[in-house]
T-cell receptor
Framework: GENVEQHPSTLSVQEGDSAVIKCTYS??????FPWYKQELGKRPQLIID?????GEKKDQRIAVTLNKTAKHFSLHITETQPEDSAVYFC?????????????FGTGTRLQVTL | DGGITQSPKYLFRKEGQNVTLSCEQN?????MYWYRQDPGQGLRLIYY???????QKGDIAEGYSVSREKKESFPLTVTSAQKNPTAFYLC????????????FGPGTRLTVL
């Protein structure tokens, strides 16, 4: 089955700096790659996703890049703010049919310091 | 966010007892999922259902059971066969028509005493 590895496990940046989180996946058939943000004790919320027919996607301060050949994808957050502090999870899925079985990475705890 | 509800928010059980976690959605989604989250780990899939009266095992189904009698509801039973049931349980759902984004419920924190 699919295996997703995520690095780093913790990341501390100063406010205004950029943060980058990287994930690799094992199944070349995976075609859907979402990123979730989870605040302490809360539910995960989708912040951005990318499909395998696209190499990069941006939404304001957040961007995701995908390298299908190397089977890795990354989350980029620019101009970080204290409210960006949370745990971020990457995931991969084949996205077939009406149900997409997501395989998650182990998460990155991002702390944005003042 | 408000389209998926889980109850209760906190649940305590004694060893050897079965317990059922509730998950309801009003998003008219066909697919529903149960995940388990442990500290320092990502979410792991327990069971998922694509349509009513059908469900499939995920990666860690042992010691769990589900039913899908209604489109809106996908309850999870944690049985006494689950060796380490203390965890945060998250339910999710996703729609059709090409949209596979999963929306999560607020979660149930289960503690075995």
């Amino acid at each position: 089955g699919e295996n997703v590895e995520q690095h780093p496990s913790t990341l501390s940046v100063q406010e205004g700096d950029s943060a980058v989180i990287k994930c690799t996946y094992s199944d070349s058939a995976s075609n859907y790659f979402p990123w979730y943000k989870q605040e302490l004790g809360k539910r995960p919320q989708l912040i951005i996703d990318i499909r395998s027919n696209v190499g990069e996607k941006k939404d304001q301060r957040i961007a995701v890049t995908l390298n299908k050949t190397a089977k890795h994808f990354s989350l980029h957050i620019t101009e970080t703010q204290p409210e960006d502090s949370a745990v971020y999870f990457c995931a991969a899925s084949k996205g077939t049919g009406t149900a997409s079985k997501l395989t998650f990475g182990t998460g990155t705890r991002l702390q944005v310091t003042l | 966010d408000g389209g998926i509800t889980q109850s209760p928010k906190y649940l305590f059980r004694k060893e050897g007892q079965n317990v059922t976690l509730s998950c309801e959605q009003n998003l008219n989604h066909d697919a529903m999922y149960w995940y388990r989250q442990d500290p320092g780990q990502g979410l792991r899939l327990i069971y998922y259902s694509q349509i009513v009266n059908d469900f499939q095992k995920g990666d860690i189904a042992e010691g769990y059971s589900v039913s899908r009698e209604k489109k809106e509801s996908f309850p999870l039973t944690v049985t006494s066969a689950q060796k380490n049931p203390t965890a945060f349980y998250l339910c999710a759902s996703s729609g059709t028509s090409g949209s596979i984004e999963q929306f999560f419920g607020p979660g149930t924190r289960l503690t075995v005493l």
